[in-house]
């Protein structure tokens, strides 16, 4: 894996956000009147767009689905972004691959107003060149039109650019740009998810992407 510039997402790749994600949806459906006890029964909501899965999973129209994602966000930008941690080895990840002389991106779905607090608080902001995000408003929220933007933004080469994520949406993103793609399987989503998706690498640990990245 030589490319010279790499994007990781954030959930799930980076950080485990599942605490306070799901215990963000859980107030917000509790709102509308949907009481879901189990948080491990929300889990499936890190990673994709939430609007989109609030819809699909609660059968919302997309009115009552913005309802949920407001609702949402007042938990999650007081309390909810603080439920989180970063991977153990991510801190020294990173670390190696800026000794290397490679330039990181952060592209994940999540608002860039989220993920530049959660990169600040957590200190690992200082490792990527820029991080991008969707907007508050649902723009970008797709994770090819977020890659499509920030290589466009960026002038960067997708032949020499890989993407890391833990969800089959981040190797599409990658794929329909004309990136390499690399799955890793200790996030959220399932070995089987991402090797539908045909991702250049597999790696079930960070400990295996840490040592890939030392050959």
Partial sequence: MHAQTILFDLDGTLTDPREGITRS???AL??????EPDLSALEHFIGPPLLQCFMSSYDL?????WQAVNHYRERFKVTGLYENRVFDGVAELLGMLGEQGRTLYIATSKPRVFADEIARHFDFARHFKVIYGSELDGTRTDKVELIKHLIAEEGLDPADTL???DRKHDLIGAHRNGLQAVGVGYGF???AELMAESPAWYFSSLAELHQAFTR
């Fill in 25 to 27: 949806i859980q107030y």
């Fill in 163 to 165: 993407m890391i994520g």
């Fill in 189 to 191: 989503g399932s070995q």
């Fill in 61 to 65: 129209n997309e009115a009552t689905g």
């Fill in 30 to 35: 509790a709102q509308l009147d949907i009481h």
